[in-house]
């Protein structure tokens, strides 16, 4: 019988380049992965909706919970999407240590129905060459995680809106070549949902509340029923606090500087123990022009400070964000998000 996904030793000791493709993947230097104050061990074959997504909340240190306007925080909570007024298309992208992730989203608005939206997600592990006892490759093999999702958001009121999201997850290995018998490759697929609320306090709506609750599923079965894993479900509360500033000229009052703070809680569903914090802020002009900021203090050694940039002009948005998380091999130190939207 196969063992757990999340411990070492996995692969076959002759497969050396197989060992080197997942290895990334599953930080198998260490064991195991544990994030939840339990230490239960994370799925690595479901570790990647763990990853960060999009420029913006990886600037403000993945707080996005409560965030709103962007179809990116669809990956946060779904029901930020609800405030979506145009349609919009986007492209994220990352380079993380254990390769590439691409997320392309699209959604679109309907008066008086609400907010419908289609995400394609891709974590590519690459190609690596499968070797014998010799050192000669005799085959090679490839991984990847992909997500699809399918979301719907609308507003309930002036002031509070709910979101739902089905995801279809897929694990795959394909291998090619010698050497492949040994090797556990396979393809598991399961179903989850994110399901989300927003609500506003006060009148000029300046303090917005997020709650999510993401990867609620089935577990991830890449083997057999006695190998899947659970999904790595996790409950999160979120506020942000908007702070205009003074108008840059008198004759309108929309044409303000501000500040948004933002603050996000999380936690592995059903335990307890000390959570994930995330906060950051947001300055700028309208959206033409944002500087933004923030830090993770999370568990793992996954903690660290994150900066960004957003820029505006017409129906074309660019957002950059640089990561510097500490004690991970997950995501290299620098690593840089890049996300081009446009709406129409």
Not at 154 to 176: E, H, M, N, W
Request: proline residues 5%.
């Amino acid at each position: 019988m196969r063992p757990r996904a999340s411990e070492a030793g996995w692969a076959d000791g002759r497969i050396g380049g197989w060992r080197t493709a997942f290895a990334l993947l599953i930080l198998s230097a260490h064991s195991t992965i544990r994030l939840s104050a339990q230490d239960q061990p994370l799925n690595a074959a479901a570790l990647f909706l763990l990853f960060p997504v999009g420029a913006r909340s990886v600037a403000t240190g993945q707080a996005a919970a409560a965030s709103e306007g962007r179809g990116e925080v669809v990956f946060q909570n779904p029901a930020g999407v609800a405030s979506l007024t145009s349609s919009e298309f986007a492209l994220h992208t990352s380079a993380l240590a254990a390769g590439p992730t691409t997320a392309l989203t699209a959604f679109f608005p309907r008066r008086g129905i609400g907010v419908f939206g289609a995400t394609f997600y891709l974590a590519d592990y690459g190609t690596q060459p499968n070797v014998d006892s010799n050192g000669v490759e005799i085959g090679q093999n490839s991984s990847r995680n992909l997500a699809l999702l399918a979301t719907f958001a609308a507003p309930l009121t002036s002031g509070i809106s709910l979101g739902v999201s089905y995801k279809l997850i897929q694990f795959r290995v394909d291998c090619s070549g010698g050497g492949c018998l040994n090797l556990p490759s396979g393809e598991g697929v399961t179903h989850a949902l994110d399901v989300g609320g927003q609500f506003t306090v006060g009148t000029d709506h300046e303090l917005r509340i997020g709650v999510a609750l993401r990867n609620l599923g089935f577990p991830l079965q890449v083997n057999n029923k006695d190998q899947a894993d659970p999904l790595p479900t996790r409950l999160t509360v979120g506020a942000t606090y908007r702070l205009q500033l003074r108008p840059v000229s008198e004759d309108s009052s929309d044409n303000r500087f501000d500040v948004r703070m933002l603050a996000d809680v999380e936690s592995p569903l059903r335990q307890t123990g000390n959570p994930d914090v995330r906060v950051g802020v947001d300055v700028g002009y309208q959206e033409l022009v944002r500087v933004r900021g923030g830090y993770a203090f999370q568990r793992a050694g996954l903690s660290g400070p994150s900066l960004g940039v957003g820029l505006k002009t017409g129906a074309i948005g660019v957002d950059l964000a640089q990561l510097f998380l500490t004690g991970t091999d997950l995501i290299t130190n620098g690593s840089t998000f890049l996300s081009f939207r446009v709406v129409f």
